[in-house]
């Protein structure tokens, strides 16, 4: 079983910033691609943004250059900054990681088989 722990939610107002963490293996965090999702209540998940094992990055389109994914080897973490944050951003964000996804769809969330328990972001003024 693959251990993701996610950090960093809160609430914070329209405009403002977050910046998302998920603690993960080494080994996951060296060489599987992961990715950051969103579900509110009574949507599907969806997918945020995502990294591959080399380094590509992968946003949904209401990103809009908001976002950045990053990875943090020195801590072994996934990083998810956010800016310019919006009423609409409100959801509980998960972590997940594969060693293999296929590049034509990185955010597609049936790919994706580890999941973390996810980290609440509100915002809201």
């Known amino acids: 079983q693959v251990q993701l722990v996610e950090s960093g939610g809160g609430s914070v107002q329209p405009g403002g910033s977050l910046r998302l963490s998920c603690a993960a293996p080494?080994?996951?965090?060296?060489?599987?691609?992961m990715g950051w999702f969103r579900q509110t209540p009574g949507k599907e998940r969806e997918g945020v943004a995502a990294?591959?094992?080399?380094?590509?990055?992968s946003y949904a389109d209401f990103v809009e250059g908001r976002f950045t994914i990053s990875r943090d080897g020195a801590n072994n973490t996934l990083n998810l900054h956010m800016n310019s944050l919006e009423p609409d951003d409100t959801a509980m964000y998960y972590c997940?990681?594969?060693?293999?996804?296929?590049?034509?769809?990185?955010?597609?969330?049936?790919?994706?088989?580890?999941w973390g328990r996810g980290t609440q972001v509100t915002v809201s003024s």
């Open positions: 990294i591959t094992s080399d380094g590509k990055r």
């Open positions: 080494e080994y996951i965090l060296r060489s599987w691609y």
């Open positions: 997940a990681a594969d060693p293999t996804i296929w590049r034509g769809d990185l955010l597609r969330v049936d790919q994706w088989k580890n």
